[in-house]
């Protein structure tokens, strides 16, 4: 019975998802989601998905990009790159002489707040995939349990680890297949309520 709880149960194919370049543009990646939701909202037969996997060159998948990572990649580079710690802004204050500059580089940094979405968008999608994407997560092995697969979301905080077969990337287990399995195994009803 155990043996039908292993990853490969619940993964999906590599096959079925899209793919862009990490030297393609955001537009580019964009488009490939706008296409793959119409599918999806049409019903089109087939799997589609809402994530990209990343290839480099030579055609080998080195990161993921997601809806998340798209709207993350609206944010400029001088906002979301800071080496400055929340004890830095602290002691702003207790330095005067320095305030001023500092406050003057903060405000240069997060003007793009004041800018109007339709610029933002125009400007930052113009990015490329490998600046903006998420890297490859730890990965599964096929013959992996499902609980291996739940726990390594849980503690890495991963949405989509991926599935290898002697090496090569096979599959994604995705919180969809991991409800599927659930409601599965749930039932109509949860048949062990009220068991302690």
Known sequence: ????????????????????????RLCD???????????????EPGKYHKTLFVKNAEG???????IF?????????????TNLSHL?????????EDASKQIEEIQKRFQWLDSSFFDLVKR??????????SPIDPL?????????AVYLMFKENI???LVVREGKIVGVVNLIGVLEEVLKIAGDQCFWEGIV
């Not at 830095?88 to 005067?96: F, K, Q, V």
């Not at 599964?140 to 291996?148: S, V």
Request: charged share 40%.
């Open 1 to 24: 019975m155990a043996e039908e709880y292993k990853v490969k149960k619940i993964m999906s194919r590599i096959e079925e998802y899209s793919t862009v370049g990490e030297d393609d």
């Open 29 to 43: 990646a964009l488009r490939i989601l706008k296409e793959n939701y119409a599918r999806i909202q049409a019903h």
């Open 60 to 66: 080998k998948i080195v990161g993921k990009f997601s």
């Open 69 to 81: 990572d798209l709207i993350r990649g609206l944010v400029p580079e001088s906002a979301r790159k």
């Open 88 to 96: 830095h802004y602290r002691t702003i204050s207790l330095r005067a």
């Open 124 to 133: 930052e999608t113009q990015k490329r995939v490998k600046d903006v994407m």
């Open 140 to 148: 599964l092995e096929e013959e992996d349990t499902i609980n291996k």
């Open 159 to 161: 949405r989509q680890p």
